[in-house]
């Protein structure tokens, strides 16, 4: 099993920002870039310390927080009331033509 991350650090190979510091089992922490591929390790106290005191614990790590659930579309609801719908069409006869020339 990998050894848990410790903290991030900046890559002393190609400056990645979101290195891993991890520790071995003896206790000295190393790094671990994911971008370039570099390990990097402490081989002494000086370093170690160097390593630890330049990283940003774990802990300090802001967790990112879960991107809110996608709420809905707020559906607008879609009542047909007697005024949205178009009256009927009236069937009265027509009057005109001929007859209303009379009339006036
Ligand atoms: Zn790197």
């Excluded at 848990?4 to 790094?31: E, M, N, S, W």
């Excluded at 870039?33 to 106290?45: I, K, L």
């Excluded at 330049?54 to 967790?63: D, E, G, K, T």
Aim: charged letters at 20%; one cysteine or more; glycine letters at 6%.
């Amino acid at each position: 099993m990998a050894n848990p991350d410790i903290g991030l650090i900046v890559c002393p190979c190609c400056d990645f920002a979101g290195a891993h510091v991890r520790q071995t089992a003896k206790g000295r922490a190393y790094i671990v870039c994911d971008d370039c591929s570099s390990q990097t390790f402490a081989r002494g106290s000086v370093s170690d310390a160097s390593i630890r005191r330049r990283m940003l614990p774990i802990a300090a790590v802001p967790v990112q927080p879960d991107p809110a659930p996608d709420a809905p579309p707020e559906k607008k609801p879609k009542k047909r009331t007697a005024a949205a719908v178009s009256p009927a069409p009236t069937s009265e006869p027509k009057t005109g033509g001929f007859g209303n020339w009379l009339n006036l």
